[in-house]
């Protein structure tokens, strides 16, 4: 029993809860920390505006629009659990340009001196992979046949940092990592606030993602109202036509 608790305990990763809030007025607009701007008429529905923010169309379409860094995850291992590390690196990967063989293995950073740093990962025992390591200095752009890109030292950069992980990740990788995880709830039966929720072991890159998906949502909505605007003059327009 002491040994499973001691595993348990070695295994356990900590979970973490963010929320944002959306007001919803009866006149059919909504406002968010950022601003409010008036929804189409399709969403003025809440459980279609709840059904729309769990959507994998709107996930794909905020995914399109993070930025590069969130293309790279980095982390660390040991026997018993993997560590996210998306804030909080000594050195950060600006990526360039990615060919389809990056994607394929899981990187090392290691600390070589205060200039540069060393990246490779280990090759396969049978030899049929065969090993990769590459020098980066600081700053400075680094090419080969799987990527291009410029390894940065961060605010949080330290000599001899331990090394750490890292993978190149695809948009359905991240659609992937987002998908089904945005929960959307009223306050309570009588509140027009909207509690959109999130949960998971990596609370900055949820927070990052939730407040671009909270303005894919408002773009959403605007090409919505817009398309309407559209019809009416064009129906408008036509009924001049017929009077004419």
């Known amino acids: 029993c002491l040994g499973i608790a001691y595993i348990q305990n070695k295994s356990w990763v900590p979970s973490y809860s963010i929320q944002s809030m959306m007001m919803l007025e009866p006149r059919g607009t909504e406002s968010i920390v950022s601003g409010s701007v008036p929804i189409g008429t399709v969403l003025r529905n809440t459980k279609n505006q709840q059904i729309v923010l769990g959507s994998r169309g709107l996930v794909e379409r905020t995914v399109k629009k993070l930025p590069k860094r969130m293309y790279v995850d980095y982390f660390t291992e040991s026997r018993f659990k993997r560590i996210n590390h998306y804030s909080g690196t000594p050195v950060e990967i600006e990526i360039i340009d990615l060919k389809p063989a990056a994607y394929q293995h899981t990187y090392t950073i290691a600390y070589e001196d205060e200039t540069k740093c060393r990246i490779f990962y280990e090759g396969s025992e049978d030899e049929t992979l065969p090993s990769f390591s590459i020098i980066a200095p600081y700053n ?84 919505l109202k817009n398309s309407q605007a559209d019809l009416t003059i064009d129906f408008l327009g036509k009924q001049l036509n017929i009077i004419k």
Not at 191 to 219: T, W
């Open 140 to 223: 400075q752009e680094v090419s080969c046949d799987k990527f291009t890109i410029i390894a940065k030292k961060t605010n949080n950069y330290v000599p001899n940092y331990t090394d750490m992980n890292f993978n190149f990740l695809t948009e359905d990788n991240l659609i992937g990592i987002f998908l089904g995880r945005v929960n959307s709830s009223m306050l309570d039966e009588e509140s027009s606030a909207l509690v959109i929720s999130m949960g998971g072991a990596v609370p900055y890159r949820d927070i990052d993602f939730m407040d671009s998906l909270l303005v894919s949502f408002q773009e959403f909505n605007l090409y």
